[in-house]
């Protein structure tokens, strides 16, 4: 299987046992918030996630969270930022266009001035993090080891996990940080040469269990590396805490669902896996738009005149096959007050 297949359907089977939320290809690095991509999070709950669903589907800017508007008196945006006026500025429309600041148009008439609060105070929403390592083929394992070595040492996430369909031997084992777990996936039912896609039913078995990362410590992320040497950074307690933060509102917002279906007769939507996933009757699996599809794939079958399938809302999906919601009543709330003064 693919890794990109391999990925989303492993997405799919966690979605449907896992509370929370389940995202994928995010930032897992604080000094170098590039330098480290996490395959796959799973964000357990955390005491107040219901009041994080209520206020908006989106991702909340982080300069937002941190700035001084509180949900009491408005305050002038300018004076609430400790930060670039740019980033700011920005913070503050996007925060006002989804529904997590308001403005204050009787604060400001007098002088003029953009006077904003927030419609809500900030809940404790999100309690453990796990990062998941897409790795099928441990027999081309690029580079493995020293991602889950970055992950271990810098400990953003609570637990860090690889995940394959290998068999995995002792050898695999002792090439990797003691702290990762090791899940090996079995797909049952699959039957490449079938007419239709097959069913998938991802069964995770433990090879090894976590050991729990020291997220309120200090972590060490390697940023470069050189012969002989690597260059590192050493990465607070705090600036930990915030990238947690920052993380897990990338994940809220943006989910897994983050790929296209081709734009091919050979392709159509499969549900086998319990989501919606892109399925190539040609290759017998599913597919990454993006990247494999197109004229100059073999199997490729353009617009032929029949009627095609209808169009997939991976939006509504999301909405039904999870606690997340993708208008909930604050949002709604703000957009009928915004309203009043258009």
């Not at 939320?21 to 996630?49: K, M, N, S, T, Y």
């Not at 500025?89 to 997590?100: H, K, L, Q």
């Not at 105070?121 to 099928?136: F, H, L, S, T």
Request: glycine share 10%.
């Amino acid at each position: 299987m693919s890794e990109f297949a391999f990925e989303l359907e492993l997405c799919a089977r966690l979605e449907e046992r896992r509370d929370g939320i389940v995202a994928r290809q995010l930032g897992g690095g604080v000094a170098d918030p590039g330098g480290r991509i996490l395959d796959a999070v799973c964000i357990e709950p955390g005491p107040e996630f219901d009041d994080r669903v209520a206020i908006t589907s989106e991702a909340i800017p982080d300069a937002a969270i941190e700035s001084a508007v509180g949900t009491g008196q408005a305050r002038y945006w300018k004076d609430a930022f400790d930060c670039h006026p740019e980033r700011a500025r920005s913070a503050t429309e996007r925060a006002i266009e989804i529904g997590f600041f308001e403005r204050d148009h009787g604060a400001g008439a007098a002088g003029g001035r953009e006077y904003v609060r927030q419609v809500a105070r900030y809940p404790d929403w999100y309690d453990r993090i796990v990062g998941i390592e897409n790795k099928p083929d441990l027999g081309r394992p690029g580079d493995l080891e020293a991602q889950l070595r970055t992950d271990a040492s810098l400990a953003l996430v609570d637990e860090i996990v690889l995940a394959t369909e290998s068999y995995v031997t002792r050898a695999h084992l002792n090439r990797i940080p003691d702290e990762v777990s090791v899940w090996r996936v079995h797909r049952d039912g699959a039957d490449p040469t079938a007419e239709t896609a097959p069913t998938s039913a991802l069964e995770i078995e433990v090879v090894r269990e976590p050991t729990p990362l020291s997220v309120d410590e200090r972590g060490i992320e390697p940023l470069e590396s050189h012969p002989g040497r690597t260059e590192i950074a050493t990465v607070s307690a705090d600036a930990k805490a915030r990238a947690r933060r920052r993380l897990a509102e990338r994940a809220y917002g943006k989910g897994w669902r983050t790929y296209a279906f081709p734009d091919c007769g050979a392709c159509r939507p499969e549900d086998a896996s319990g989501a919606t996933l892109p399925y190539c009757e040609w290759n017998g699996r599913v597919v990454d738009a993006g990247s494999e599809c197109g004229p100059s794939c073999p199997g490729y079958e353009g617009d032929s005149g029949t009627e095609t399938e209808p169009a997939v809302d991976l939006e509504a999906e999301r909405d039904r096959r999870t606690a997340w919601e993708a208008d909930p009543d604050g949002k709604r709330r703000q957009q009928s007050g915004l309203d009043q003064f258009g």
